[in-house]
């Protein structure tokens, strides 16, 4: 089973930033991080096709830059965090999303393990 592998969470000041990474041992065509915060829904945060078109939650539009090291290496740029983007946060992936919307879980068929993001107040 091919798993993507998210790293780069911590602990952080409110007003912080962090970068997430997540890398896969092949290509894919659409990419996207998702996060989850205990007792709440998986949620997408930011997504990305295989032209580098990109589409973010309105909850993080200008605050988040999702982008592609290469086609096996994805980014989560998050500045100015806060308190409400403490979650555990998750790389997706599969080849195309077909008639699936990008932020949502059901689209994507690979999955990494999650890395953990605490923003404190």
């Known amino acids: 089973q091919v798993l993507l592998e998210e790293s780069g969470g911590g602990s952080v000041q409110a007003g912080g930033s962090l970068r997430l990474t997540c890398t896969s041992p092949q290509y894919n065509g659409y990419m996207a991080w998702f996060r989850q915060a205990p007792g709440k829904e998986r949620e997408g945060v930011a997504g990305i096709t295989s032209r580098d078109e990109t589409t973010y939650a309105d909850s993080v539009k200008g605050r988040f830059t999702i982008s592609r090291g290469s086609r096996k290496i994805l980014y989560l740029q998050m500045n100015n965090l806060e308190p409400e983007d403490t979650a555990m946060y998750y790389c997706?992936?599969?080849?195309?999303?077909?008639?699936?919307?990008?932020?949502?879980?059901?689209?994507?068929?690979?999955w990494g393990q999650g890395t953990q993001v605490t923003v404190l107040s």
């Open positions: 997706a992936a599969d080849w195309s999303l077909g008639d699936g919307a990008w932020d949502s879980v059901s689209s994507y068929d690979r």
